[in-house]
């Protein structure tokens, strides 16, 4: 069995699980943001009513308000502190950081476990050696609220090795989007993706988790990395060891794929995803020098530290344009913690650059980085469909914190390998 | 099989359909109801004003993508729309569809084979779809029968006390 048939049938009581099957399985962890947070709240009061079945598995972060811009918002998040309270669930308030960072960084998700969470980039904590997935309020209220369970269907399963070394300029940011142009959107619907080769063994944690972030936008059911070293020591760390225990994992040479995909990304280029999809990914020659106004280090896909120190080194003596507003949102306390203590807080402020609160940051626009029409930006972000940042007529690029930091400085798209 | 048989007149919108698009994340602090005058308000501001209960929507591949929000389902039916068929469709899309009641159909080359306004029949179980206008007949991807079984019971919430025990 992969790494997810061995935690499904772990999860719901078999000896083994096959692709097809549909099993009922324990949940270890649901994780829920402040927006889906309310709907689910309500859902599960109006239709369902139970007892939650165990309060401490159940997390919720607010992370698309990190301060309400109207009563509206305050209303939601009142109503989400006060539910929170009332069942004793986990609550990450204002300022924890975006969904998936503040969950990681506070322990609450470890290899072998079922993760579910309503927000669709659930299945980053792939990277975590979890069988992560996204479902909708009324999985939640319905059976993993009341229950603690959910029902999948096991899917099939496709391995992607990376190999090679990458360029000075091009990063694993890169290699994820440049797989949404190979694969394409929506190429790998239901599946599982599961990850691996030399490259992928040699990244970092949170280098895989801008990989295990992208599946979802190939369509994909879940995607992962069996987990390694790296990921024991920090699970290790963050006390978040206790779902890993016997799993009856097959060597990948005896496991079933559906297909085996072997990429060579030594050539690849710095990527960049055009409006109006995820997958209109181009190389950064194509779209450099397309004039930006806002930039934005944040979202699922950036803020991490490892996105700050790069900034840093990509503005050592150089300063913001002055046309371009630099939005830093550090994806959680820790990152913004570490980032002050290593000095980089000061030096991009310095270098003319905003900071915002640990959160979701524009994403959605829901408390910042709405655009008018003719705007355009440039972010870590993980999606750029119209009229999600403001007008419909307003452009958001994705690419690597590496683009986006030499972007911000020239005020329109910069090849990174240009000024290396 | 009479049941999950529709017939009526289609709504067209293309590929990559998000989420976003179906409704914006604002109007989920509105009831469903009037949200649901909202449903693609950027791509085609017509539809949540004239759409008629028991129009069928047709869309192209991966529709429903990015955020995995139900209340896009629920504010689709909120519209009327008895039915959609798709090239293709998300799987939290696909998922929320069953789990919350709304039949749904992936036929590969049904977007090509509508315009906009033709009277289109599906028959969902039976995993058929025709244009009246043109007598064209495509055939549907099956549907697993835990979903065929989900639906049928009202939903994912009517069907969880039993479903949280089954064994196989």
Redesign the interface.
Known sequence: MTLIEAILARASGRETVKPGDVVVANVDRMIMHDLSGYVTSKVFDEKVGLPIANPDRIVMVFDHLFSPPSETEAEVLQADRAWARKHGINLLDCGNGNIHNAVVHNGFIGPGMVVVGSDSHTPVHGAMGAFAVALGNDSHAGTVLPYSKAWFKVPETIRIDLHGTLQPGTTPRDVALWLVSQIGEGGAIYKAIELGGPLVEEMSLFDRWLLTLITVDLGAKCGYVDPDEKVFKFAREHNAMQAWDEMEVSPVSERKYEKRLEFDVSDLAPQVACSPTVGNVKTVDKVAGTTIQYAELGGHAGGRIEDLRVAAEVFKGKRVHPEVCLNIVPSSRVAFAQALEEGIVAQLHEAGAMWFPPSTGSNQAVNMGAMAAGDAMISTHSRNFPSRNGSIDAAMYLASSHTVSASAIAGCITDIREVL | MSKYVFEGKSWKVGD?I?T??II???R??QSIDKAAKYVFE?INPRFGQEVQKGDILVAG??FG???????A?KALIATGVSCIVAE?????F???AF??GLPILEVSGVHDAVEEGDRISVDVLGGVFCNERTGEKLEGKPI?P?LIEMIEAG???A??PK??G??T
């Open positions: 990559f998000p976003d698009q914006k994340s604002r989920v602090y950027d591949k991966h993508q990015s955020s995995g929000r139900a209340v389902v293709s469709f998300s799987r939290t696909y998922r929320n789990e919350i697993d835990f939903g994912v919430i069907m969880a479903l949280v089954r064994t």
